[in-house]
């Protein structure tokens, strides 16, 4: 069996699919990655299906040993990525050799990478995905991030073909960025002031902020009575108002209830780019219709689709 091995797992390196679809209403989350275009461009360099598991890094990348030879792509942040100490290119995919040595420094711009195998990880699947979700301890190596000496399966290899983008749809932060949204369920639980304040401000992620969500800083958002309502469910992007009036955007490892008043949803299209955001980066939010959002999502997956060229 082809294996690799990590010999330094870099800030935080977790096994990571499209996610675990199916089980919010037996409390389970959904997970998977935080940048699914990334994701799914690397698989498709290494002609794996879409949704196939990756390593997704965070900030500060991995060091891997190969036990046999390999074919990989890396894709998402601007990364420096080296092998045996020799730069090489993200955005395509690359011939390994037994004993060579993978190097993903810190990113330079962006937050997250992935890092996909032809024949992707040969890890348990758990209730349909390979995701690890953190604070469950469940999916992906033993429910854990990787550590240091960790020893992982690949999948069969297959025939090495080159392949490249010709687009690179991949959303990469910009000095403040626009994240588009449509109306929260609870929205009319605010103050119109409130809701002024909301679309017309800028909010900074905080460092408070993880896989489950990412804590704004800014001007607090006012609500008529008071932020807490009976439990209800929370999708990629929620974004909720508890009563100290900062906005939290819920993300991948989100809950699957929540009491606090929900004023909006990012849009799927723009989940992306949010996982690539990293603390001390700018949003603001611009209103879109629910049409437009899914007109938004389907162009992006149509995108990545014919991103990729054999050759």
Not at 190 to 214: A, H, K, W
Not at 233 to 238: D, F, P, V, Y
Request: glycine residues 10%; contains cysteine; proline residues 5%.
């Amino acid at each position: 069996m082809r294996k690799i091995r990590i010999i330094q797992k870099g800030l935080l390196t977790t096994i990571q699919d499209a996610g675990r679809l199916g089980y919010q209403q037996y409390g389970m989350p959904v997970s998977g990655a935080m940048d699914l275009v990334s994701l799914r461009l690397a698989n498709l360099l290494v002609g794996n299906s879409p949704d196939e598991a990756c390593l997704e890094t965070t900030f500060l990348g991995p060091e891997i040993e190969f036990l046999a030879d390999a074919e990989i792509a890396v894709c998402g942040a601007e990364t420096d990525l080296r092998l045996n100490g020799s730069p090489i290119a993200l955005n395509c995919n690359h011939r390994i050799c037994r004993g060579d040595m993978l190097k993903l420094g810190t990113c330079k711009r962006g937050l997250r990478n992935y890092i996909a195998f032809a024949g992707g990880l040969d890890v348990p699947v758990v209730m349909g995905s390979k995701s690890t979700y953190l604070r469950g301890k469940l999916g992906g190596w033993q429910g854990r991030a990787l550590e240091n000496g960790d020893v992982l399966p690949l999948g069969e290899a297959r025939p090495f073909q080159q392949r490249s983008l010709t687009d690179n749809p991949t959303c990469l932060p910009q000095p403040t960025n626009e994240i588009r949204i449509i109306a929260g369920s609870e929205v009319t639980a605010f103050t119109r002031e409130g809701l002024q304040i909301f679309l017309n401000c800028t909010y900074t992620v905080s460092p408070q902020s993880d896989r489950m969500g990412y804590r704004l800083s800014g001007p607090p958002v006012a609500h008529k009575t008071g932020a807490d309502i009976l439990s209800s469910g929370i999708a990629n992007g929620t974004i909720q108002v508890p009563s100290h009036g900062e906005p939290i955007i819920m993300l991948a490892d989100r809950q699957t209830v929540g009491g606090y008043t929900k004023i909006a949803n990012a849009i799927s299209a723009d989940l992306p780019l949010l996982g690539q955001m990293r603390p001390g980066d700018c949003m603001r939010f611009i209103e879109v219709k629910t049409e437009e959002a899914q007109r938004l999502l389907q162009d992006q997956i149509d995108r990545v689709k014919a991103a990729v060229k054999q050759g």
